[in-house]
């Protein structure tokens, strides 16, 4: 008994210690082949993360993978069996058995011991992503057909929109459908209270690398959070059909060290008025067009 | 057990007025199952369109987005309401379930023909929608206020609307239909616990048609009244909400996804029973599993907005309560292993598109855990992870029980015996092509492309040129499906009435090929042997 559960310890640390290693392994790989927070060609896992959250999403990920991995491939081996030794052929007497009351226990109570391993870092998950802990700053995201607008309500309040670069505007190095004329501008390793709502349909904001995604809605403010610990330029696209141009709404976040935040605060805050103008001159013309 | 019918009682009309005027349980799945494959002809033609213009990014020929949103509308709803629902519950279950249990028809003739008619109205309907007011371009999901009369002015999303109420009084008339006809017209001997489980699912299927169908006919005449009337209840300027239109929208969409692989089902632990020549492994825990799965399904319905800002709270409710539907989904998959097991099993068509079913199903499903987990899903929601998942998990292995039933029972309805090699090949070519169509769309969605878009950053290309090679294949399948049937139709190969031999025990078997115009006059008595 006792040498018995000894085999069956070594066995699982050897196999837990094997799936970590390729866990590890895969991950290194991707992280080093691809740093940009882009989709790259050929591209078949997640974009590096550049948040806590969505490195913790790749993590939870993981796990399950390779367990659903493992479930596909056990009822392929299965079927692969079953084909090559009860053929018609190879077996020409069929039993006759119709219950296995052990079976059947084991394949109801082994899912529910998956599913519960997969519920609790799911939850942790989950309950982590939910709210900032000590929000420094805010981001107000509007969705409009076709196009985002941005506002910094507790840095001047001033607002901006980002339209996509048409196709034949991309110059040689740009991004086709990724690319926007003014990048939203973000702190590095600051944590960021997103606030999101539409003016016109749903739309959603996107950015795969944050593991941020969240409709925006009308009549609606949502919340979210997000925290950039890397430096460089991430892309997203909208991701909820908002009408004719919904592939035509790519976000592109520039996340900068916090001087050079500073900086383009400056610059933006005279280059784009604040949005109380902005609201004044969007009714004028409203009360125009009328 | 062919002496049982008398030619001299079929009188049955003939010309225009048999079909028109049908009260014949077979004549109107005869009628469902035509109608599912002209959808299935204008519904694939939408997709192979989508698939040309994503082969390359850019823009192809569709030079109007819109257009594209219409399509992917059009593919969604004619799929779904007009393909996989009459094929599976319309057409097999009018024909199947009188010959199963042992009745000579459904409880409600006249109605059956109502619920045929009206689907046949609906699918034009919809394809008017598409033509008009340069169409509906909402996503099947008809999220207002994309949807509401600002966004959709123009009367195509009202037709669209119509057709769905058609279409849902059609279904709501039907599940009525077998729920009356199941529970009250078996052959004597046929208790709940014996009855064949193909049956079992066709009675799951009709109460949750019953239960959901309502709340998308509330749902819709809402939208209908907001469009047409002023009224607002999803319009936030009038004091409604968008989100109300979604809860409404997937209380009804959750449960019909299991309206629609409820059956399928059905089919494939019909068939995998029968080629394997043994009765299923733990009918009572497939029954339930059933059961359970429909209940369940209808207190999930949020999994498909874990993006609209719900609280946490709700968030992991959801991804709970979705996670225990893994339970009753892995004893079926093991319950149908456990059934092969020690089988003597011959691999006909039908058989290969059950294996076929059982793992595109493992592999959908397996995704679906991962979907279920609302932090996750973060990663996941509205990109081609959740396309490829559903296209696994629902729409291809529908459409795979669909092929199994056909081949399984065309002998039974036609008389005549397709040719084993074309339905073989058939097969092969449309797993490769289904396959080669819908994996790369996992490793596109990981990377992060957003679903329902005409045009992707260049990225993409690679897994999108081959998901649309998939497609063209997949579509040569369903061209070869044709060839087969034309053949089969015009060979003089006949089927015998039992051709699957001793693993075939349901009583549509105890029935002439093809089983004459009625069938089961005299009812027939499947009570147990003393001796068992
Ligand atoms: C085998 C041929 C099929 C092909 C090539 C195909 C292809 C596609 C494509 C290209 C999309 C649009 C993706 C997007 O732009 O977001 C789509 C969406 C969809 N398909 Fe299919 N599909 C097929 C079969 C089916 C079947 C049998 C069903 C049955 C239920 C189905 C149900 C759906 C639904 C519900 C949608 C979502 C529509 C929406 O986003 O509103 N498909 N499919
Ligand atoms: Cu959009
Ligand atoms: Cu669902």
């Keep these: 008994m006792k040498k018995n559960s000894n085999l069956l310890s070594k066995i699982y640390q050897k196999f837990s210690s094997l799936v970590s290693l390729s866990v590890a392994s895969i991950c290194l790989l991707w992280t080093q082949v691809s740093h940009a927070a882009e989709p790259t060609p050929w591209q078949w896992y997640f974009q590096s993360p550049a948040t806590p959250v969505m490195e913790q999403i790749i993590e939870f990920h993981n796990l399950m993978f390779f367990v659903e991995v493992g479930i596909v491939l056990l009822v392929l081996g299965l079927m692969v069996y079953i084909v090559v030794k009860f053929n018609s052929k190879a077996n020409p007497e069929p039993t006759k058995t119709t219950h296995n009351t052990a079976l059947e226990v084991l394949w109801t109570v082994i899912p529910i011991v998956i599913l519960i391993v997969f519920a609790v870092p799911s939850m942790k998950l989950l309950f982590f992503m939910e709210k900032a802990q000590n929000p420094e700053m805010t981001l107000k995201v509007t969705g409009n057909q076709w196009y985002w607008s941005y506002q910094y309500p507790d840095n001047g309040n001033f607002e901006f929109d980002s339209n996509i670069i048409p196709d034949e505007d991309i110059k040689p190095g740009q991004r086709r459908l990724l690319e926007v004329d003014n990048q939203v501008v973000l702190p590095v390793n600051t944590e960021i209270k997103v606030l999101l709502t539409a003016r016109d349909v749903m739309h959603n904001w996107a950015v795969p690398a944050f593991g941020i995604k969240m409709d925006t809605i009308p009549g609606r403010i949502n919340e979210t959070w997000v925290k950039v610990t890397k430096i460089g330029t991430y892309y997203g696209q909208c991701s909820e059909l908002c009408g004719v141009a919904h592939s035509r709404m790519p976000i592109a976040v520039k996340v900068v060290s916090k001087e050079d935040f500073k900086k383009w605060l400056k610059k933006a805050k005279s280059e784009f008025a604040s949005s109380d103008d902005n609201e004044v001159l969007k009714l004028a013309q409203f009360k125009k067009s009328k | ?532």
């Design chain 2, 1 to 532: 057990m062919s002496d049982i019918t008398h030619d001299h009682h079929d009188h049955r009309p003939s010309g225009w007025k048999r079909w028109a005027y049908s009260t014949n349980h077979k004549d109107i799945g005869t009628m469902y199952l035509v109608l599912s494959m002209v959808a299935a002809i204008i519904g694939g033609a939408a997709s192979i369109l989508m698939r040309a213009e994503l082969h390359e990014p850019g823009i192809q020929f569709i030079t109007d987005p819109q257009f594209y949103n219409v399509l992917v509308t059009a593919h969604g709803f004619i799929m779904v309401f007009f393909v996989v629902m009459p094929a599976l519950i319309g057409g097999f279950g009018n024909w199947f379930i009188p010959l199963m249990i042992g009745t000579p028809d459904m409880a409600f003739p006249r109605m059956n023909n109502v619920s045929f008619w009206l689907v046949a109205a609906a699918l034009i309907l919809l394809v008017i929608a598409g033509f008009i007011d340069g169409g509906a371009g909402t996503g099947w999901t008809v999220y207002p206020p994309l949807s509401s009369a600002d966004y959709h002015p123009g009367m195509a999303v009202d037709f669209g609307i119509l057709a769905l109420h058609l279409a849902g009084a059609s279904s709501i008339l039907g599940a009525i239909n077998f729920i009356t006809t199941i529970i009250n017209m078996r052959a004597p001997g046929m208790t709940f616990h014996r009855m064949p489980l193909f049956i079992w699912a066709m009675l799951l299927t009709a109460f949750l048609l019953l239960l959901a169908i309502p709340v998308l006919a509330g749902a819709l005449t809402m939208l209908l009244t907001d469009r047409n009337f002023g009224t607002a209840f999803f319009a936030p300027d009038g004091g409604g909400d968008p989100v109300l239109w979604q809860h409404l929208f997937w209380f009804f969409g959750h449960p019909e996804v299991y309206i629609m692989i409820l059956p399928a089902f059905g089919i494939i632990s019909e068939i995998v029973s029968t080629f394997s020549k043994k009765p299923i492994f733990g009918y009572l825990g497939m029954a339930y599993a059933m059961t359970s799965i429909g209940v369940v399904g209808f207190v999930v319905w949020a999994h498909h907005m874990y993006t609209m800002g719900f609280n946490v709270e709700t968030r992991a409710y959801f991804t709970l309560a979705t996670m225990v539907i893994a339970v009753p989904t892995g004893i079926k998959i093991f319950s149908w292993l456990a059934t092969m097991w020690g089988g003597s099993i011959k691999f006909d068509t039908p058989m290969l598109y059950s294996m076929g079913f059982i793992f595109l199903f493992v592999v959908g499903g397996v995704t679906g855990v991962t979907l279920a987990n609302a932090g996750v899903d973060m990663a996941f929601h509205d990109t081609y992870f959740v396309v490829a998942h559903f296209h696994y998990v629902l729409s291809i292995s529908a459409l795979f029980s669909m092929y199994a039933g056909f081949y399984y029972w065309l002998g039974k309805m036609s008389g005549k015996r397709y040719p084993e090699w074309l339905g073989r090949l058939q097969f092969w070519v449309t797993f490769v092509g289904v396959n080669l169509l819908f994996f790369p769309q996992h490793f596109a969605g990981m990377a992060g492309m957003p679903r329902r878009i005409i045009d992707y950053p260049d990225a993409y290309a690679g897994w999108n040129m081959v998901s649309s090679w998939g497609a063209y294949v997949s579509a040569v399948g369903g061209i070869l499906f044709f060839v087969v049937l034309y053949k089969t139709l015009t060979s003089n190969v006949k089927a015998d009435a039992n051709e699957w031999g001793v693993g075939a025990t349901t009583l549509e078997w105890t029935v002439d090929s093809p089983a004459p115009f009625h069938t089961h006059e005299v009812t027939p008595n499947v009570a147990p042997e003393p001796a068992e």
